[in-house]
């Protein structure tokens, strides 16, 4: 396995021009393809990706239903100004159609993981005639996947599966040796607005990170209600990442007089450098009385929310 570079140690120039060759090297004359999520990841492999490739690197945002609030077309216009074409597939139907009726959370990751590399990508693969899929795995995915905590949606390798063989195409995966704090080093070098390397991380499996049970168009839209307003009411803060997570249980509540059973809503604000562990941030408590507010006034449903304050290890930072 690659060596980790902290990124203390990392030289960002130096690094990009051994990816760059690196890349180049590897792909040769063919093409390549990559997802672009939006997240810090595959936005920093999308700017490094062109660097090495320019045209020949055809970048997707693969539209999953499980994506933030105008993540899509914010993420389109962003990379658009900075001259990196980006093409969205809606692949809808296809993710809800896998995750009907799953509620554990391996076989809920897993039939992500098959919609994206095997049906959406191994469709787009043969399309386009690429060879290569370029992806921004980073060291604490491989960590956490070999360590059997979570089956991240993007390691195979470690896992003992071929993607050649299980998909049809290769995968380079230049920042394996990062964690987030040098990834982002890379994207501030490569010359990405802060507002995209430094935005807070968002998971592979998007939304359905965090929604406990069923993952259906209906409960995801909730979760992404309560998202936004999370989002919006803590991006002053310094901190490592915020999210809010549906719960599966219904719970007693009362509106209007009447009783009302209804939906929960779990906040998570985290202290973290590298993800591996990270500690409840101690928010202010009016910070939480006014999302708590805007929740059960603004996101249909629900009568409960409440504040994660247990550290990672044992929580995870993403509920799923
Ligand atoms: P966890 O939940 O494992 O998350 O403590 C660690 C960091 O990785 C981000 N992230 C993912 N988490 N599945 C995950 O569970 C993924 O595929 C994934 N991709 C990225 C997560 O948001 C947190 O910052």
Redesign the pocket.
Known sequence: MAKEIRAAKLDTEQFISEKVREIRKIVGKGIAINALSG?V?SSVVTALGHRALGDRLKTCFIDNGLMRQNEPKQVKSLFQSLGIPIEIIDARKAFFKALKGLTDPEEK?EAITQTFYKKVFGELVVQSGAKYLLQGTIL??ID?TVAG??R???VFEQLGIDPQKAFGYKIIEPLVQLR?DGVRKVGAALGLPASQFDRI?????ALA?RVLGEVTPDRVKIVRKATAIVEKELSEMKV??YLAILHEDRVTGMRDGKRDFGLQIEIRCWDSVD?RS?AATRLPYETLERIAGKIVKDVPGVVSVTYNITP?PPS???A?
């Open positions: 997240g990841d990751r604490t995915d956490e905590i979570k991240q949606h993007n987030k991380p968002f998971p592979g499996p990170a490592f990442q993800a990270a990672k995870t930072i993403e799923v």
